[in-house]
């Protein structure tokens, strides 16, 4: 019987497309700017639970490496775990993020082809002001803001989309943004990037 699972709380996002990322509203259907996407993303649980194992408080984080459009599949992508999390919580999460778990994110089984693995490292997701930072030691070191419209002190947000992760995207862009794991050495700085109040769910 499959293990219910759900998360919410806050996921960025930064890609090396041009901002703003086309795949948001296209659903995956249109072309990354750059006619690939290198990427990664950052989640931070305020609530959840795989079963019984609580998964509130952790720090997950993505890398993905996607050589066309997303709805294309045949995507390449590793896991970071929170280091506080418990050995339930790990099996937990990979479940979840490798999409065996199902519910909303059972897409990743059908467009992940290449999966890299778990790393169980040290997270840290920091908030000051509007920016958000998210660092792995010696692998990611991240930062991104959002776009200010014109209402003063108003981001700039997408509402009421399909979008898999959640309906409403506040478009952002990174301040600084380099990963180096798995062979890859990515400058993704300047580039589009994205915050969704996420409430997943499965299975």
């Not at 079963?51 to 590793?78: E, S």
Request: charged share 20%.
């Amino acid at each position: 019987m499959a293990t219910p699972w759900s998360i919410r709380g806050e996921l960025i996002l930064n890609c090396n497309c041009d901002v703003f990322c086309p795949c948001v509203v296209s659903l995956g259907k249109h072309a990354p700017t750059q006619g690939y996407c290198h990427g990664w993303a950052g989640i931070e649980i305020r609530e959840g639970h795989y079963g019984d194992a609580p998964l509130q408080g952790l720090n997950v984080g993505l890398l993905l490496d996607i050589p066309g459009r997303m709805g294309n599949g045949n995507w390449t992508a590793a896991l970071y775990v929170d280091e506080r999390a418990t050995p339930a919580a790990v099996e937990g999460l990979g479940a979840i993020f490798s999409g065996a778990a199902g519910g909303t994110t059972g897409l990743f089984k059908l467009l992940v082809s290449t999966f890299l693995g778990v790393k169980q490292v040290p997270i840290h997701f920091e908030r000051d002001g509007k920016l958000r930072r998210f660092v792995i030691p010696n692998v990611l070191n991240g930062s991104i803001e959002p776009i200010q419209g014109k209402a003063p002190g108003e981001d700039v947000v997408i509402r009421n989309t399909e979008y898999w992760m959640g309906p409403d995207v506040t478009v952002s862009r990174s301040v600084k943004s380099k990963l180096r794991d798995f062979g890859r050495v990515w400058d993704l700085t300047g580039r589009s990037a994205e915050i969704v109040q996420i409430d997943w769910k499965g299975p």
